[in-house]
Nanobody
């Protein structure tokens, strides 16, 4: 069992940067791949970025590549999402998720994107123009 708690959301202005954090607790955290998703009002959930905890390899959605960056802090057991040049369309609830890491065994990132097992409750980001 893995518990995920997001933090760092809030109200920012267009062009600002914001860092979200996801605190992970549970057994064998290093066995997991972690990801960030978001869901805007009236829209489907959207994958943003993922990281293999052990391999430290990363995968991004094309829509945020070069603007959003995922990282981990092993000492704090957190996964962070650095978001830059925020736009009004980035307004959404942001969720952290985890899955036993298929990348460790030669799996594909699509398995991570489409098959997360654990979810946090989310943190709201509002970008005001």
């Amino acid at each position: 069992q893995v518990l995920l708690v997001e933090s760092g959301g809030g109200l920012v202005q267009t062009g600002d940067s914001l860092r979200l954090s996801c605190k992970i607790s549970g057994r064998a955290v290093s066995s997991y791949a972690m990801g960030w998703f978001r869901q805007a009002p009236g829209k489907e959930r959207e994958f943003l970025a993922a990281i293999s905890w052990t391999l430290d390899s990363k995968y991004y959605a094309d829509s945020v590549k070069g603007r959003f960056f995922i990282s981990k802090d092993s000492a704090e057991n957190t996964v962070n999402l650095e978001m830059n040049i925020l736009k009004s369309e980035d307004t959404a609830a942001y969720y952290c998720a985890a899955k036993l890491d298929p990348i460790l065994y030669g799996g594909r990132w699509s398995e991570v994107v489409d098959g997360m097992d654990y979810w946090g409750k989310g943190t709201l980001v509002t970008v005001s123009s």
